[in-house]
């Protein structure tokens, strides 16, 4: 079974500039996930969609970031402008929903974006 | 209320030794702890989880103990391993919802 797929793997831009990543789940998951790793931390949720409706989006700087999941099946995460606090690993990861929680989540190798 | 304490940060351990990572949280809604492993330039993966009906899980080499009162639980790497060198994140969520609040992470190394 294929993993998780996101691209490009490294991004280095301009503070202002824009950056989109792409990733493609693990088929048949339904949910979806965008989380941003600085350096040294853990995870963090930017946004979690179902199919392809947003379930949580709380964290998300709204003011310049964005993403979609079209047809419920690959996604884009765009950052635009970027700021160099941005620089980060942008990890794409996908579940299926077959119970109410605990449902294994399954991450991409990440996409490495640095703002200089 | 949020947030899933981990220590230490860093860890080494010689081969053939136990490493222990904790966790803490104060969040009493959280219902599902996994431990995840990350190698340098992947994407985590579980490791093992627990739930808080029971108070250890084991799997091979890694242990999970949980201690519901304290609201603790811990990971537990038996006959440590140079391949077990990693940076482990607990983490944690609840009913209705897989969003996972991660720790801080360890990062583990393992001597010959």
């Known amino acids: 079974e294929a993993g998780v797929a996101q691209s490009p793997r490294y991004k280095i831009i301009e503070k202002r500039q824009s950056v989109a990543f792409w990733c493609n789940p693990i088929s048949g998951h339904a949910t979806l996930y965008w989380y941003q790793q600085i350096l040294g931390q853990g995870p963090k949720l930017l946004i979690q969609?179902?199919?392809?409706?947003?379930?949580?989006d709380s964290q998300l700087p709204k003011d310049r970031f964005s993403a979609e999941r079209l047809k419920g099946v690959d996604s884009t995460l765009k950052i635009q402008p970027a700021k160099l606090e941005d620089s980060a690993v942008y990890l794409c990861?996908?579940?299926?929903?077959?119970?109410?929680?605990?449902?294994?989540?399954?991450f991409g190798e990440g996409s490495w974006l640095t703002v200089v | 209320q949020q947030q899933v304490k981990q220590s230490p940060q860093s860890l080494i351990v010689q081969k053939g030794g136990i490493s222990i990572i904790n966790c803490a949280y104060e969040?009493?809604?959280?219902?599902?702890f996994p431990w995840y492993q990350q190698f340098p330039g992947k994407g985590p993966a579980l490791l093992i989880a627990i739930r808080p009906d029971v108070s250890e899980k084991k799997e091979g080499r890694f242990t999970i103990s949980f201690n519901k009162s304290a609201k603790q639980f811990s990971l537990h790497i038996m006959d440590s391993q140079p391949g077990d060198s990693a940076t482990y994140f607990c983490a944690a969520s609840y009913t209705g919802t897989d969003k996972l609040i991660f720790g801080t992470g360890t990062r583990l190394q393992v001597f010959p």
């Open positions: 990861a996908s579940s299926s929903r077959r119970q109410s929680s605990g449902n294994t989540i399954y």
């Open positions: 969040n009493t809604a959280f219902d599902y």
């Open positions: 969609f179902q199919n392809n409706g947003v379930v949580d």
